[in-house]
């Protein structure tokens, strides 16, 4: 599997730097060299980037301000000669952060880093959904298995999604209409604006309030209808 990538950088020695490791790397493709962020975001609108190599300090427009500018991010690296941006670079859900100069062995690790995330995003696809009994999430800079009959509810949280199974709390970088589509519309549903839960996990239903152990949920007066229609009155004993 191909990774098609593009090496974002004013300083012309660190992009020839960049282009020269990745060409030793034989599922790393280099579409492009970038001299700042616009040329950069031409390219994006006309070819399916999936990593980019982004520096931070350029001119006109710094990688972070860029990164927060699109609506779908690629992966991203970000290689920089500054070690001040990392907190703020994984706050952004970056794949890696690569502090120049950068050595083959640390540009090896982070490449393929991002061959296993490709990986994984393309073994989570719809298709094979219904044959799967886990996926996997972003936490942090860590992969997390999770099963499906663990799940019991998911909530959006401003930018981020909590995923909450059993046993544990899942924080994840995502949007929560990316988790609504992906969950199975059988045995997952969308109670609130910000939550979405299992519909087998459901002890009971209490006025506007969904009870799940001593875990309590709210069901937002516009969805009520079919909450109880899913949940209740198609599987309701009645005389």
Known sequence: MKINCIIVDDE???????????????????????????????????????LIFLDI????????????????????????????YALQGYELDVLDYLVKPISFERFLKAVNKAKEFQELKSSNNLAALANSEYFFVRCDNNFEKIFYNDLLFAEALTNYVVLQTKTRKFVSYLTFKSVEDYLPADTFIKVHKSFIVSISKIDKIVGNEIKIGVLSIPISRNLKDEVMDKVVNRKLLKR
Do not use: H, W
């Open 12 to 50: 012309p020695l660190a992009r020839k730097g960049i282009a020269e490791y990745a060409a030793e790397i034989d599922f790393l493709e280099v579409k492009a060299e970038c001299e700042n962020s616009l040329e950069a975001n031409k390219i994006l609108n006309l070819q399916k980037i999936d």
């Open 57 to 84: 300090q350029m001119p006109k427009m710094t990688g972070i301000d860029f990164l927060k500018t699109l609506r779908e991010r690629p992966m991203i690296i970000f290689t920089t000669a500054y070690s001040d």
